[in-house]
């Protein structure tokens, strides 16, 4: 089970690759299995996508980020 869920600003910085250590550290969070992103944080990345739709790279970079990362189900308990 993931220690650490990323939000939507960490998100952000890594898909935009602003900040190298913070690439090294997501990389080993999810070899280590320690990190994941909420639901939320997904449907906010997604309706981000929404509002700039001819942002054609940046729609790979997200897309493929949210294919690398595990997302946590966000349960009718969980609220």
């Known amino acids: ?3 650490y869920l990323l939000d939507t ?3 952000g910085y890594a898909i935009k690759r602003k900040q190298p250590a913070l690439l090294s550290k ?3 969070g999810l070899v280590g299995e ?3 992103i909420s ?3 997904r449907g ?3 309706y981000g996508l929404e509002l700039v739709p001819d942002a054609t790279t ?3 970079a997200v897309l493929a980020f949210l294919d690398t990362i595990p997302c946590m189900e966000w349960r009718r308990h969980d609220a």
């Open 1 to 3: 089970m993931p220690h």
């Open 9 to 11: 600003d960490i998100c």
């Open 26 to 28: 997501i990389r080993a």
């Open 34 to 36: 320690e990190i994941a």
């Open 39 to 41: 639901a939320i944080t």
């Open 44 to 46: 906010e990345l997604l």
């Open 58 to 60: 940046l729609r790979l």
